[in-house]
């Protein structure tokens, strides 16, 4: 299994960011778990953003739910996280992972994208 972040690494303040992860090695619709988006800024924790479920249902953190949408393309085999009026605060590594039933979670590479006028 692998996955792959790709998206723009400079968003300007108040657009939307939208990355996408695309999958090798394994079908999004398997019977999975879920498929997570994560970040962390620099100097800070892992911060779990949402995820979306193998049957489509999605889960937000709070403090992001108002400007977090995730959701899949299952043509291409790839699930993608938009996050709305984006802030400097914004700035982080972004990862996507997968996590199976049997406990394993696989994750990309991560992305660097930065908020910045």
């Known amino acids: 299994v692998q996955l792959q972040e790709s998206g723009p690494g400079l968003v300007k303040p108040s657009q939307t960011l939208s990355l996408i992860c695309t999958v090798s090695?394994?079908?999004?619709?398997?019977?999975?778990?879920?498929w997570s988006w994560i970040r962390q800024p620099l100097g800070k924790g892992l911060e779990w953003m949402g995820a979306i479920g193998t049957t489509g249902i999605t889960f937000y953190s709070p403090s992001l739910k108002s400007r977090t949408s995730i959701s899949w393309d299952l043509a291409k085999n790839q699930f993608t996280l938009q996050l709305n009026s984006v802030t400097p605060e914004d700035t982080a590594v972004y990862y996507c992972?997968?996590?199976?039933?049997?406990?394993?979670?696989?994750w990309g590479q991560g992305t660097q994208v930065t908020v910045s006028s």
């Open positions: 090695g394994v079908s999004i619709t398997t019977n999975g778990y879920a």
């Open positions: 992972k997968y996590s199976d039933r049997t406990g394993n979670d696989y």
